[in-house]
Nanobody, 123 residues
Framework: VQLQASGGGLVQAGGSLRLSCAAS????????MGWFRQAPGKEREFVGSVTWAGGPAFYGDSVKGRFAISRDNAKNTIFLQMSGLKPEDTAVYYC?????????????????WGQGTLVTVSS
């Protein structure tokens, strides 16, 4: 299983950014796909997750109402649309996948990880 995250960059507070995660190597219809982030000196934090098969997305409390996860099943790609960005959203964002993790906020329960993509929000 390979996960490739992209789309990070520098954005001003209040702005928007969209991250992508392309998955390959497996049939992902039975997987949960998620996003975590890790700021310097902090633990990895759950951002959100979604299934390929449909159903609701789950979000961490700090991003509810500002971030949204979507899927393009044909391209095996998920997206993280981030709006209303704040300086505290600055972090490395990681794409992850697992058959069972669902909406777990524990990163150790997610089996597959992509490389991170850095998001920097300036004030």
């Amino acid at each position: 299983v390979q996960l490739q995250a992209s789309g990070g960059g520098l954005v001003q507070a209040g702005g928007s950014l969209r991250l992508s995660c392309a998955a390959s190597g497996q049939t992902f219809s039975m997987y949960y796909m998620g996003w975590f982030r890790q700021a310097p000196g902090k633990e990895r934090e759950f951002v959100g997750s979604v299934t390929w098969a449909g159903g609701p997305a789950f979000y961490g409390d700090s991003v509810k109402g500002r971030f949204a996860i979507s899927r393009d099943n044909a391209k095996n790609t998920i997206f993280l649309q981030m709006s209303g960005l704040k300086p505290e959203d600055t972090a490395v964002y990681y794409c992850t996948a697992d058959r069972k993790a669902r909406s777990s906020t524990d990163p150790s329960l997610w089996g597959y990880w992509g490389q991170g993509t850095l998001v920097t929000v300036s004030s």
